[in-house]
T-cell receptor, first 111, second 111 residues
């Protein structure tokens, strides 16, 4: 089973809202990732968790806050976003830094 | 030189032909390479991974790695209209911890 799930599929939020994106995998993978993807661009790495610890933070603004409650779950908390943050947010997981498996993504629109 | 480079396309091939997608990489990435297919509005889907010199075949797909020339390619035999998508080449960085994506090549298979 190579399934990564993400909720919600779509999200519309105002610039003063607080919302969270959720990601779950049951493949026993120890690394989990958040990416941001704009139209016609490749995925852009935001955060990497390895064994539930944040190992890479690619200079992402503090209005994005990741959380890894356990080895299967990854959250991305959103607060005071800007319209330019509208994008497809992808979660991925991998075992031992090998191939990454992506979830279906959350399409975020910030008004 | 960017770490991973691809022609953005679009690459157009007739149905039934061989589609050849190429990717070059710099010394800043390591020797693990991956090809992803991404349909418009969807998340990337892993097609192939290749770690050693030579060819690796999986169904209609063949990945080729040439470390001396620092390129990796993906051949799609008997191309179908359903293969029309953006193909992303990815490599692990030299720390082995995250992916570096190329910009992607858009493939169009014409009926």
């Amino acid at each position: 089973d190579t399934e990564v799930t993400q909720t919600p599929k779509h999200l519309v939020m105002g610039m003063t809202n607080k919302k969270s994106l959720k990601c779950e995998q049951h493949m026993g993978h120890r690394a989990m990732y958040w990416y941001k993807q704009k139209a016609k661009k490749p995925p852009e790495l935001m955060f990497v968790y390895s064994y539930e610890k944040l190992s890479i933070n690619e200079s992402v603004p503090s209005r994005f806050s990741p959380e890894c409650p356990n080895s299967s779950l990854l959250n991305l908390h959103l607060h005071a976003l800007q319209p330019e943050d509208s994008a497809l947010y992808l979660c991925a997981s991998s075992q031992d830094w090998g191939a990454q498996y992506f979830g279906p993504g959350t399409r975020l629109l910030v008004l | 030189q960017k770490e991973v480079e691809q022609n953005s396309g679009p690459l157009s091939v007739p149905e039934g032909a061989i589609a050849s997608l190429n990717c070059t990489y710099s010394d800043r990435v390591s020797q693990s390479f991956f090809w992803y297919r991404q349909y418009s509005g969807k998340s990337p889907e892993l097609i192939m991974s290749i770690y050693s010199n030579g060819d690796k075949e999986d169904g209609r797909f063949t990945a080729q790695l040439n470390k001396a020339s620092q390129y990796v390619s993906l051949l799609i035999r008997d191309s179908q209209p359903s293969d029309s998508a953006t193909y992303l080449c990815a490599a692990t960085d030299n720390y082995g911890q995250n992916f570096v994506f190329g910009p992607g090549t858009r493939l169009s298979v014409l009926p």
